[in-house]
C-alpha cells in the first residue's frame, strides 16, 4: 500500500474520532446531558439550595443497543433558589462572594435515548471558607453557626414581622434555618434565611398562642421561603421586651419572603411517593427545624436515588476523557480557589 493511501486511512481514523467527541466535556451533547441530569438532581432535592452547574469536570459513555449511559463528574454552584421553589436552576442567581458562596461536586449516571433520565448520584457541596472570601472582600459577610441564639433570635423576629405585615389569611411557622452570616456594618449585622410553612391559625390570632398553632396539611399547606436580617448599632445585640411583645432597641429587623402554593411541590411529593414524607423531611431532617413531625418512616430513604450533603469532597483523580474539565462558568471573583 503506498504512502498516499495510508496518510488517507490515517486521516479518516482521525475525522472519526474527533467526530465521535468533538469537544469533549465542552460538547453540545455532553453538556446537554449534564444540565437535565442536574436538573432532575436539584428535583429529587426536599431541602437545601438549587444547584448550577459550573463545568463538566469528566466524563465516561457507554453505547448499549438502544441507549447509551453516561457517567458524569460535574462541578456545582449553590444558587439562591431554595429547592422548594421548584425553578430551574438556569433561572436562579448563583451565589455570590458576598452571599457566601457555596461549591461542589456530584457524580451521575444517566440513562439516553430520547430522552435523559437520572439513574444515581451522589454530591457533596461545602462553603467557601471564610479566609478566602475575606481576602478577596474584607466587608463581605461570613458565615455564622446556625445554632447561635442570636440568629434564632433574628429568624423568630424576622418571621413575626411578616406575619403582621403579610396581609395574609393565615400565620406562617418557622420551619427551618437553612443559611446565617456576619457582617459588622455600623454594628454587628446578622443575615438570615429559612423556610416557613402555614398553620391553621388566623393571622389575626393573638402572636402569644403562635407556638400552639398546628400545620395544615402538607397537600393544602403554603410554604415560603424568607430572608430576613438585623443591622445592628454600634453597641451589644440586645432585645427588650415592651408591652408583652419583644421589640428592637436599635434598628427594625427587615424581612423579605417568597410564598408557594402546595402545586409547586407536586414534583417533591410524587418523588418520595406521598405527602408524610415531604412533611417529615422539611420539618423533622435537620437539627435546626422549630417544629417536629415525629420520625419519618425508614421507607422514605429507599424512594431517594442518591445523596447530597454538606462536607469536603474527596480527592478526585485527573480526567479521563479528552478535552476535559469544561470550561468554569463562573469564578465568584476567587480565582486562587479554582472552583
Known amino acids: 500500500m503506498s504512502a498516499c493511501v495510508w496518510r488517507s486511512v490515517a486521516c479518516a481514523l482521525l475525522l472519526q474520532l474527533a467526530s465521535a467527541d468533538p469537544?469533549?466535556?465542552?460538547?453540545?451533547?455532553?453538556?446537554?446531558?449534564?444540565?437535565?441530569t442536574l436538573q432532575q438532581i436539584n428535583q429529587d432535592q426536599v431541602q437545601g439550595y438549587v444547584l448550577s452547574l459550573n463545568r463538566v469536570y469528566d466524563f465516561s459513555r457507554t453505547d448499549l443497543q438502544n441507549s447509551s449511559v453516561f457517567s458524569l463528574q460535574l462541578d456545582v454552584l449553590e444558587t439562591r433558589c431554595h429547592v422548594i421553589s421548584r425553578r430551574h436552576w438556569t433561572q436562579c442567581e448563583v451565589r455570590s462572594i458576598d452571599r457566601v458562596p457555596v461549591f461542589g461536586e456530584c457524580q451521575a449516571s444517566a440513562a439516553v435515548d430520547s430522552s435523559v433520565r437520572l439513574q444515581s448520584y451522589s454530591c457533596s457541596t461545602r462553603k467557601v471558607p471564610a479566609t478566602e472570601v475575606v481576602q478577596e472582600c474584607p466587608d463581605c459577610p461570613t458565615a455564622e453557626s446556625l445554632q447561635e441564639p442570636v440568629v434564632q433570635e433574628v429568624a423568630n423576629l424576622s418571621l413575626q414581622r411578616f406575619n403582621q405585615e403579610s396581609g395574609l389569611s393565615r400565620r406562617f411557622s418557622l420551619e427551618h434555618i437553612t443559611r446565617a452570616s456576619f457582617q459588622w456594618v455600623v454594628g454587628p449585622s446578622y443575615f438570615v434565611e429559612f423556610t416557613i410553612v402555614e398553620t391553621a391559625c388566623p393571622t389575626?390570632?393573638?402572636?402569644?398562642?403562635?407556638a400552639d398553632?398546628?400545620?395544615?396539611?402538607?397537600r393544602s399547606a403554603r410554604r415560603g421561603f424568607c430572608e430576613g436580617s438585623h443591622v445592628g448599632q454600634e453597641q451589644p445585640f440586645q432585645v427588650q421586651l415592651q408591652a408583652g411583645q419583644k421589640t428592637w432597641s436599635q434598628k427594625p429587623v427587615e424581612v423579605r419572603c417568597e410564598?408557594?402554593?402546595?402545586?409547586v411541590l407536586e414534583t417533591a411529593v410524587d418523588l418520595r411517593g406521598d405527602c408524610l414524607s415531604l412533611s417529615c423531611?422539611?420539618?423533622?431532617?435537620?437539627?435546626?427545624?422549630?417544629?417536629?413531625?415525629?420520625?419519618?418512616?425508614?421507607?422514605r430513604t429507599q424512594t431517594l436515588l442518591g445523596t447530597l450533603v454538606d462536607r469536603a469532597s474527596r480527592p478526585r483523580s485527573p480526567p479521563g476523557a479528552a478535552s476535559c474539565p469544561g470550561a468554569r462558568r463562573h469564578h465568584l471573583g476567587l480565582q486562587r480557589l479554582r472552583l
Open 281 to 299: 423531611v422539611h420539618q423533622g431532617a435537620a437539627e435546626e427545624s422549630a417544629h417536629s413531625s415525629g420520625s419519618c418512616p425508614s421507607t
Open 213 to 218: 398553632c398546628s400545620l395544615r396539611d402538607c
Open 23 to 36: 469537544g469533549g466535556c465542552s460538547s453540545s451533547e455532553v453538556l446537554r446531558v449534564a444540565e437535565e
Open 259 to 263: 410564598i408557594y402554593e402546595p402545586q
Open 204 to 210: 389575626t390570632s393573638d402572636p402569644a398562642d403562635a
